[in-house]
Nanobody
Framework: VQLQASGGGLVQPGGSLRLSCAASGSIFSINFMGWYRQAPGTQRELVARISSGGSTNYADSVKGRFTISRDNAKNTVNLQMNSVKPEDTAVYYC????????????????WGQGTQVTVSS
């Protein structure tokens, strides 16, 4: 399964940015899709994730500013980032937890290639 992320870039503090990610391949179902981020010298951390049923989890640092959404039919997930701050600067990674047609009993995880988000004036 491949995850293709897009939408990163440079944005001013207080601005908005939208990240998108599309999953493709031998997918039976995707349990969770989410976004993680990693700043230099830090560990990768969860930003937000969403279940196939629409339940969401957010890092405390982004609650009220970021919104995650997904289209189950298209296997896509989006992250709307509003009121961004310099501390949101990081490489953002798309993630999917899914089942394959040929191994329905197992859960797999895949990562996208990462997209840089830089918040700076």
């Amino acid at each position: 399964v491949q995850l293709q992320a897009s939408g990163g870039g440079l944005v001013q503090p207080g601005g908005s940015l939208r990240l998108s990610c599309a999953a493709s391949g031998s997918i039976f179902s995707i349990n969770f899709m989410g976004w993680y981020r990693q700043a230099p010298g830090t560990q990768r951390e969860l930003v937000a994730r969403i279940s196939s049923g629409g339940s969401t989890n957010y890092a405390d640092s982004v609650k009220g500013r970021f919104t995650i959404s997904r289209d189950n039919a298209k296997n896509t997930v989006n992250l709307q980032m509003n009121s961004v701050k310099p501390e949101d600067t990081a490489v953002y990674y798309c993630n999917a937890v899914y089942r394959r047609y040929d191994r329905l009993s197992d859960l797999y995880t895949s990562w996208g290639q990462g997209t840089q988000v830089t918040v700076s004036s």
